[in-house]
């Protein structure tokens, strides 16, 4: 247990550091603090922007953006996932195809959106769901092959249904797995989403924080950085709370 | 049918629908002009197209040496430090949940919007993964290995040369391909949003005309990059192929970890 | 492959390879809580002896073959070997075989075997022919040049014993070193063993969990109880030498193996 409060305690002290660190380089002018505002006034301007209804109206922008995509993105991903990993052929045709359709950059890919949808909502929210859905193929059918043999074999053997193998076997063990694909997806969403703004949008904290950094406002910018910083470690960190909450399914 | 028969008919047919549906109009060829008014198109400018590859290429290698290196160097560091790890690593991977794109406007103030800011965005975007990717994998050295070592009398710098680094080959491996995409990307990415020179700034220029055949060309250059740097990694892999049947688990991790930090975008 | 008939080990009078344990404990502090692995353990083996440690898990039977592979320190006492102390590992006086046959898998079986020497700077030409006739010793002749992931199981332990003799260690430490392979294999492995044991007369102190395989490979047998870890028993095997198949089913080797057990089922 005290090692545990160790460890966090160590953590604090470090981004404390590194804020000490930061506030003291522009502060004491060895970098130019026009070109690094210093933490303090960053956050002060923080605080500002988050007063201001553009700002607000920009957040809210970007989330309607990131949640109809990964709403698109999940179950879609989710259902060929689970009918890719559910039949041995289909996996062996298809995955070596997913595995390059993964790899390659998605963000080439941004100017086809565009070209496309235009610029809006539509395009924000099409990359968005492109660059998500290959890991939620991938991650699913990942999940499901994670399901232990012995288990399905079990089941079968007492005479499970495929709708009770569906929803007492499979579901329950792939669930840790299932909250880490999202984890990682919303990741993948994230940043396809912001990345569409600041390519080409008119709105959106992407857009801000690029027309921002167009116009050499670096509290602003620095600001929106470290917003935007905050806002996906603290998605993540929720959904990792949950995951340690269910990991004692995992063996 | 075998299923990597199969697997090539479905590729050549999607090679052909890309030649056909724009052609026969069921796509406009706005959105994807035909296969091959696209390669014309590329090799018509092959001078052009060829020098920005030259910037990308220039901006790549830089970015490469900087993530991979510190990444496998720093991530070597901290995986085989006990203490380090378990304060640091949890950190490093809520970081990388951030967005890092973020980032770049930040670096073209600092940096201007020449190859500088670049390789800094795209070495910082490639650097994380492969330090995690590196860390991971030199924690799953199997500790029997370093045990029998110790036991016929190997120092600590024998344990390191012969030991340490053989075993951690394919984690290395696997950092330079996860932290290898990502540098490629981010160079991409880079050029695409705020820049003068390189294939990115070519696809965005080109996008802004509304010439696809152009858009598309700089695509597929891009691709070919991309394969073919995935497949150097694999071939280099194929020939350290005995490294990875032996040290337990530690290509089953290291594929875990490339398959959670694949190329974001 | 053939093993060879066991037959009785040639002992050289002035071998080297004499243990000596007195009064060795071992203490581990984990997060603030201490931990007695072993407490007073005193043991004296004679040079050439086959003798086997067996106990209940967590009995601190691989954490004693650890301190006698100078790869931990004990927190009292003192163990010698050939009359000196032993402190940190010595691959001059003892050779260690594991559990997993623990090869590293980018070297061939003769790199490994060759692996200690290399560390010492042994020339090439010299190395090559120890570690030559090292697997020829254990029956791998013609092996050298295959990598760990070419080998079976008990092929893999082969190359094992052979790195542990390279060197032409008096003792040999083997820790639980048959337990990950299959029955038949491990019955083979151990006549095998044995017959390795006879043409060098090396002093093997070998742990295990089969009582089976204890009765069956050693003069000697130590019984250990758990936590805190400590020497219950310690009984001579009096059946003769080469060990037979047929022994398994006699008098002898069933009394010895129910007093094994009995201590084994009382500290558990």
Redesign the interface.
């Known amino acids: 247990m005290s090692d545990r409060w160790t460890i966090s305690l160590g953590r604090i002290a470090i981004v404390l550091a590194l804020f000490a660190l930061w506030e003291t380089l522009s502060r004491f002018g060895v970098v130019n603090s026009r070109l690094l505002p210093s933490a303090s006034d960053t956050f002060g301007t923080l605080a500002d922007l988050l007063q201001r209804s553009s700002v607000r109206s920009d957040l809210a922008v970007t989330a309607t953006e990131v949640l109809t995509a990964f709403a698109l993105a999940v179950p879609f991903g989710g259902l060929i996932g689970f009918l890719i990993a559910e039949n041995r052929y289909f996996a062996d045709v298809v995955k070596p195809l997913l595995f390059f359709a993964f790899s390659i950059p998605k963000s080439i890919f941004l100017p086809m959106f565009i070209l496309v949808f235009g610029v809006g909502f539509s395009q924000k929210v099409g990359f968005g769901f492109f660059s998500t859905i290959f890991i939620v193929i991938m991650s699913t059918a990942t999940a499901v092959e994670s399901v232990r043999v012995e288990y399905l074999t079990v089941a079968r053997s007492y005479g499970a249904t495929r709708a009770q193998t569906a929803w007492r076997v499979y579901l329950p063990s792939m669930l840790p797995v299932l909250l880490e694909a999202l984890r990682i997806s919303m990741i993948f969403n994230l940043t396809g989403v912001i990345l569409a703004e600041m390519y080409a949008s008119r709105d959106g904290i992407g857009h801000q924080i690029a027309s921002w950094g167009e116009n050499f406002q670096m509290k602003q910018l620095l600001a929106g950085v470290v917003m935007v910083a905050a806002i996906a470690i603290a998605f993540n960190e929720i959904i990792r709370w949950v995951e340690t909450r269910c990991s004692h399914w995992r063996t | 049918m075998k299923a990597s028969t199969l697997r090539w008919l479905i590729v050549s047919i999607l090679i052909a629908l890309w030649e056909i549906l724009p052609r026969a109009g069921l796509i406009p060829e706005l959105f994807l002009p035909p296969l091959s008014v696209t390669l014309i198109a590329g090799f018509a400018d092959a001078g052009e197209y060829g020098q920005a590859l030259l910037v990308t290429l220039y901006e790549v290698g830089l970015s490469m040496l900087f993530a991979c290196g510190g990444g496998i160097l720093l991530g070597a560091v901290i995986g085989s430090l006990p203490r380090p790890r378990v304060l640091i690593m949890p950190m490093v991977s809520s970081l990388y949940a951030v967005p890092l794109v973020i980032l770049y406007p930040v670096f073209t103030v600092w940096l201007g919007i020449g190859p500088e800011s670049k390789i800094a965005f795209a070495s910082i975007y490639g650097f994380l993964p492969t330090m995690l990717a590196t860390a991971a994998g030199i924690q799953t050295i199997d500790p029997q290995l370093l045990l029998a070592a110790r036991s016929m009398g190997a120092t600590l710098s024998q344990r390191l040369v012969r030991v340490i680094l053989p075993a951690a080959i394919p984690t290395v491996l696997s950092g330079l391909r996860v932290g290898g995409a990502l540098v490629i990307v981010g160079v991409v990415v880079s050029e695409m949003l705020i820049s003068s020179a390189g294939i990115g700034y070519l696809i965005s220029r080109y996008r802004t005309i509304l010439d696809s055949p152009h858009v598309f060309a700089g695509v597929l250059l891009v691709l070919a990059m991309a394969v073919a740097f995935n497949a150097a990694i694999r071939w280099i892999e194929r020939k350290c192929a005995i490294w990875q049947t032996g040290t337990r688990g530690a290509q089953a991790a290291a594929d875990d970890i490339s398959g959670a930090i694949q190329p974001a975008t | 492959m053939q093993p060879l008939a066991n037959v009785t080990p040639l002992r050289p009078a002035q071998r080297a390879g004499a243990i000596e344990i007195r009064d060795v404990g071992q203490v581990f502090r984990t ?2 809580a201490e931990v007695v692995a072993l407490s007073q353990v005193s043991l004296e083996i004679k040079p050439g002896r086959f003798v086997v440690l067996v106990g209940p898990s967590g009995c601190g039977k691989s954490t004693l073959l650890m301190m006698l ?3 931990r320190e004990p927190t009292s006492g003192s163990i010698l070997i050939n009359g000196t102390p032993i402190t940190k ?3 001059d006086r ?3 075989v ?3 046959a ?5 070297l061939t079986a003769e790199e490994n075997v060759e ?2 020497l ?3 700077g042994i020339a090439k030409a010299e190395r090559r022919a120890k570690a030559e006739e090292a697997l020829k010793l254990v029956g791998l002749e013609g092996f050298g040049k295959r ?3 070419e080998l079976s199981g008990g092929m893999k332990q082969r190359v094992s014993i052979a ?1 542990g003799l390279v060197q032409d260690p008096p003792v040999l430490l083997m820790d639980e070193p048959f337990a990950a392979l299959d029955e038949q294999t491990r019955m083979t492995m151990g006549d095998e063993l044995l017959r390795i044991w006879a043409a060098t007369g090396k002093t093997i102190v070998f742990v295990t969990h089969s009582l089976t395989e204890a009765v069956y490979l050693a003069d000697e047998v130590v019984v250990m109880s758990a936590r805190p870890g400590r020497i219950v028993d310690h009984l001579q095997v009096s059946l003769p030498r080469p060990r037979t198949y047929e022994m398994l089913s006699g008098d002898v080797f069933g009394s010895l193996r129910d007093r094994i057990w009995r201590h084994i089922r009382k500290s558990a």
């Open positions: 997060a603030g592979a100078g790869l590992p010595d691959p003892v050779g260690v594991f559990q997993e623990s090869l590293f898998p980018w692996f200690p290399a560390l010492r990598h760990p992931h790195r």
